[in-house]
């Protein structure tokens, strides 16, 4: 029977931050894997954790994808931990997901602590329809057609982004997004914590004078819900019925579609129709 890969979120600042599952899993299993060793030491030592550590990331994925694999096939379990927040969102641990589904291994999940999420709920734009759009590509064109997806996408964004291409990010955002309303996160959970709620122009005013420093996230509003207009909208109430019986309604039908689609009462759509004045003369 076939271990269990036990996905691990560790803290994305905070120490105090880790569950007590999350440390008795990181405990009871037979092997870690996890981005770099020499990090994840540092957080298993401060719990006085003593555990084999192996190291799973971009440039070895394959390789110890296929030995992480062949570990649980053996019947033993294995936890994964990314640097800091939740594994497999933005990093390689999604292969290792996918190989443990395609080589029916059980994959569970510790749950904690995820930086997009903090940075959302705390930026004051709307957290009922989001999405998580993570690194943006380094390579300039890849880096604007990707904005350029996103232009007229209606939900808050959700971006990571590294301090020394933060400026050039916001200036790629203001230039295809127009300004709008942002929250830029930075040492989220620590004692520096910073959350700027401002909008594009201003945060690129703000990092022309003054370098970035930290790891961000960056929260940004989604474009304006584009009303479709009716096609009514341009008519005279006269010419709205006259184009319901154009379409074989008889008058009073058509009146009564008028009346719906403006939400006005039929009999003033009626009066209106008939040339009917207040008085009940036409």
């Given at each position: 029977?076939?271990?269990?890969l036990?996905?691990?979120a560790?803290?994305?600042?905070?120490?105090?931050?880790?569950s007590?599952r999350?440390?008795e899993?990181?405990?009871?299993?037979?092997?870690?894997?996890?981005e770099?060793?020499?990090?994840?030491?540092q957080?298993?030592?401060?719990?006085?954790?003593?555990?084999?550590?192996?190291?799973?990331?971009?440039?070895?994925?394959?390789?110890?994808?296929?030995m992480?694999?062949?570990?649980l096939k053996?019947?033993?379990?294995?936890?994964?931990?990314?640097d800091?927040?939740?594994?497999?969102i933005s990093?390689?641990?999604?292969?290792?997901?996918?190989?443990?589904i395609?080589?029916q291994?059980t994959?569970?999940?510790?749950?904690?602590?995820?930086a997009?999420?903090?940075a959302l709920?705390?930026?004051g734009?709307?957290?009922?329809?989001f999405?998580?759009e993570?690194?943006?590509?380094?390579?300039?064109?890849?880096?604007?057609?990707?904005l350029?997806s996103?232009?007229?996408?209606?939900?808050?964004?959700i971006f990571?982004?590294?301090?020394h291409?933060?400026?050039?990010?916001?200036?790629?955002?203001?230039?295809?997004?127009g300004n709008?309303?942002?929250?830029?996160?930075?040492?989220?959970?620590?004692?520096h914590?910073?959350?700027?709620?401002?909008?594009?122009?201003?945060?690129?005013t703000?990092?022309?004078?003054?370098?970035?420093?930290?790891?961000?996230v960056?929260?940004?509003?989604?474009?304006?819900?584009i009303?479709?207009?009716?096609?009514?909208?341009?008519?005279?109430?006269?010419e709205?019925i006259?184009k319901?019986?154009?379409?074989?309604?008889?008058?009073?039908?058509a009146?009564?579609?008028?009346?719906?689609?403006?939400?006005?009462?039929?009999?003033?759509?009626?009066k209106?129709?008939?040339?009917i004045?207040?008085?009940?003369?036409?």
């Open positions: 029977m076939s271990g269990i036990y996905l691990c560790t803290p994305i600042g905070n120490l105090g931050d880790i007590e999350c440390l899993t990181l405990k009871s299993v037979d092997i870690i894997a996890c770099d060793t020499r990090r994840t030491l957080l298993l030592n401060h719990f006085g954790i003593k555990n084999q550590l192996t190291s799973y990331h971009e440039h070895n994925k394959a390789e110890k994808g296929k992480i694999i062949d570990i053996s019947g033993k379990n294995a936890a994964l931990v990314s800091a927040g939740t594994p497999a990093d390689p641990g999604e292969d290792l997901v996918d190989l443990c395609e080589n291994i994959v569970t999940s510790i749950p904690g602590c995820v997009g999420i903090n709920i705390l930026s734009l709307s957290a009922k329809r999405a998580f993570g690194f943006l590509s380094v390579n300039k064109r890849h880096r604007t057609e990707h350029k996103l232009k007229n996408d209606t939900h808050t964004l990571h982004e590294a301090p291409k933060l400026t050039r990010t916001l200036s790629d955002m203001l230039e295809i997004f709008r309303k942002i929250a830029l996160a930075r040492e989220l959970t620590k004692i914590e910073e959350i700027i709620r401002t909008d594009l122009e201003n945060a690129q703000l990092y022309d004078q003054a370098s970035p420093k930290g790891e961000f960056i929260i940004v509003e989604g474009a304006k819900e009303e479709e207009e009716n096609f009514w909208d341009n008519l005279t109430v006269s709205h006259e319901y019986l154009k379409d074989g309604d008889d008058v009073k039908d009146i009564k579609k008028a009346a719906k689609d403006r939400s006005m009462p039929k009999r003033d759509i009626y209106i129709y008939h040339g004045s207040e008085g009940g003369k036409k």
